[in-house]
Structures are given as C-alpha cells and as structure tokens.
C-alpha cells in the first residue's frame, strides 16, 4: 500500500521568511496530493491540492511542486506570518470513481512562525 | 449547511463498552470515510463508502464496524472499546468524480479506560 514520508517534523521560521516541507509518496498509482493545515483541536482544511497531471500549483502565498519521476512534492509558504503556525499534513491518493479518496496522511510537521 | 457533523465530541468509555460515533453530511456526498487520529502520526483510514449499501476497509479497520444506510449518514461503532483505540476520529466526505476535496468533521475525542 501507500506509505507517505513528511520532513520535517517541526520547522521554526522567522516572520516574512519562507517555510518548506516535504513529502515523499511510495506508490505510482496515487494521483492527487492535498495539503491540510490543523490548528490546536480544530479539523484538518484544505490549503491546496495537486494533481498528478500538474507540476505546480500557487495560490496566493501557498504554492505546491510535485515531482512525479521521484515520487515527491513540497509546500511552499512565503512571507509567514504568525497566523501560519500550525500543524501541516501533506497526503497522497490514488482517487478512482470505485473508491473515492482513500488519503494516505503523512505524520505532519508543526510549523512555528516566530514574531 | 452545516457541512460535514460529528457527535460526540467528547466520549469516555470504559474497556470492553461498545458506542457509536455518529457522521452526518447534507452535501449530497457520495464518498464518506472514518479517519483516526493519534499524536506524531497523521491521520489514518478506518473504513469508507462510495454511496449508500457500499462499505470497505481501509488502513486500520480492526475493531470497528460501519454501514452506510443513506447518503447523509456514516456511524463508525466500536464494537469493544480497548485502550488502543483511544484517539481522535475525524469523520471526512468528498462530493463525485471531478472533485476530489475531503471535508472533514470536526472530531471526536475518545478516551478509553
């Protein structure tokens, strides 16, 4: 089955720098990669998505790479700010119309925006 | 539109208690699924349904069961609760085919002792 490696585990950054974290998926068969962010005691939300017939994707400060060849994609935050401190999971799925979205979690890293 | 609803949000069950936690979307969701929770490991598949009559297991479905009577609603019972299935269990719903988003409940904290 899937099996989906997140570094770091936790990333401490100034405020206004960048953070990246990455993630590593085992099986060719997944094709679409969301990222979730969950504050303390609150559910995972959607930050961005990708699929796999797509190399990268933005979103305001957030943006997604996702290298298909190596098996890898990364999240891209720019200019943090305090408000982006929470926890990060990234998640891989081999989504077919049979069985939907079976999400394979990475273990999440805990960003901390220092002011 | 409350999206997708978890009840309880708390619960504390002694070993060998059964419960039911509830899921209920009024997105019209066709795909519902179980999800659990536990610290430093990310969020890990219990059961799922593509519609209403159709379930299947996912990563870590031991000691649980589901159905899927209506498209609304989703209960994931614990059959005989065991320490190790204290966690926190996120109930998720995704819409049809071209949209591939997962909504998530907003949990339910289990504790068994």
């Known amino acids: 089955g899937e099996n989906v490696e997140q570094h770091p585990s936790t990333l401490s950054v100034q405020e206004g720098d960048s953070a990246v974290i990455k993630c590593t998926y085992s099986d060719s068969a997944s094709n679409y990669f969301p990222w979730y962010k969950q504050e303390l005691g609150k559910r995972p939300q959607l930050i961005i998505d990708i699929r796999s017939n797509v190399g990268e994707k933005k979103d305001q400060r957030i943006a997604v790479t996702l290298n298909k060849t190596a098996k890898h994609f990364s999240l891209h935050i720019t200019e943090t700010q305090p408000e982006d401190s929470a926890v990060y999971f990234c998640a891989a799925s081999p989504w077919r119309v049979e069985y939907g979205n079976k999400l394979v979690f990475g273990a999440g890293t805990i960003l901390r925006v220092k002011s | 539109n409350a999206g997708v609803t978890q009840t309880p949000k708390f619960q504390v069950l002694k070993t060998g208690q059964s419960m039911t936690l509830q899921c209920a979307q009024d997105m019209n969701h066709e795909y519902m699924s179980w999800y659990r929770q536990d610290p430093g490991m990310g969020l890990r598949l219990i059961h799922y349904?593509?519609?209403?009559?159709?379930?299947d297991q996912g990563e870590v479905p031991n000691g649980y069961n589901v159905s899927r009577s209506t498209t609304e609603d989703f209960p994931l019972r614990l059959l005989s609760a065991a320490p190790s299935q204290t966690s926190v269990y996120f109930c998720?719903?995704?819409?049809?085919?071209?949209?591939?988003?997962?909504?998530f409940g907003q949990g339910t904290r289990l504790t068994v002792v």
């Open positions: 998720a719903s995704t819409m049809t085919a071209g949209n591939t988003e997962a909504f």
């Open positions: 349904s593509v519609g209403a009559g159709i379930t």
